[in-house]
């Protein structure tokens, strides 16, 4: 029997990474992306405005309000949420081609978004969320980061008790006392949930095959 070319049988996988807003997700995101070239960034799409450090078409494909309303409403969104007064959605399309292509995407979205995804798509989801090691470090992080007002900072300090809440719809659970920790975790996860039998449908054959040998 010819040998079975892995990479293109097995599917892809979706991983989410959420986490109050200043806890380190995505900061996790961009190293996995950067040191990993079998997984994707989803872009998602937002009405926000675009601050200064962000790119559009790279951090997220910045829209207006009318445009995200058709796109949610022609059913092409994945999956989306209103967070902090802004809109935030993941087109459906580009993540449906990467998986069939055996690419993971990776999701850095909040757990409006996750529950979503969960719903719609179950057998390919992997959820981990990101806690920050203790509250005050959380505003430490977002005052650093010198990207927000007051104000909001605030509001997302507020609003962050919420979304820890939500931690026990996730698979994984990673506190983010330090970057490389923590990102050896995630990629630990992601190694073991690779590894699963269920996403290499070449195993039938091969296990089919080896059983016919001497």
Do not use: C
């Not at 079998?38 to 790279?58: A, K, M, Q």
């Not at 967070?83 to 935030?88: A, M, R, S, T």
């Not at 057998?123 to 430490?140: G, H, K, N, Q, S």
């Amino acid at each position: 029997m010819a040998d079975i070319d892995k990479t293109s049988t097995r599917r892809g996988l979706m991983l989410v990474l959420s986490s109050p807003s200043g806890a380190g997700k995505s900061t996790i995101a961009r190293h996995l992306i950067d040191q990993d070239p079998d997984i994707r960034l989803s872009i998602s799409v937002t009405t926000r405005g675009r601050r200064p450090s962000e790119i559009d078409g790279v951090h997220y494909h910045f829209i207006g309000k009318d445009a995200f309303a058709k796109m949610r409403d022609e059913g092409a969104l994945l999956e989306w949420a209103e967070v902090h007064g802004n809109l935030y959605g993941t087109p459906r399309g580009p993540v449906e081609a990467l998986l069939e292509a055996g690419k993971d995407v990776l999701f850095d979205i909040d757990w409006q978004g996750a529950d979503q995804v969960a719903h719609a798509m179950p057998e390919d989801l992997v959820r981990i969320f990101v806690l920050p090691p203790t509250m005050r470090e959380l505003a430490a992080r977002l005052e650093r980061r010198a990207e927000d007002t007051p104000d909001v900072i605030r509001q997302r300090l507020l609003n962050a008790r919420a979304e820890i809440a939500h931690w026990r719809d996730y698979d994984y659970v990673v506190i983010n006392r330090d970057l490389q920790t923590s990102l050896e975790k995630a990629k630990a996860i992601l190694y073991a949930e690779r590894m699963k039998r269920a996403r290499h449908t070449w195993l039938e054959a091969f296990v089919a095959d080896l059983l016919t040998q001497d």
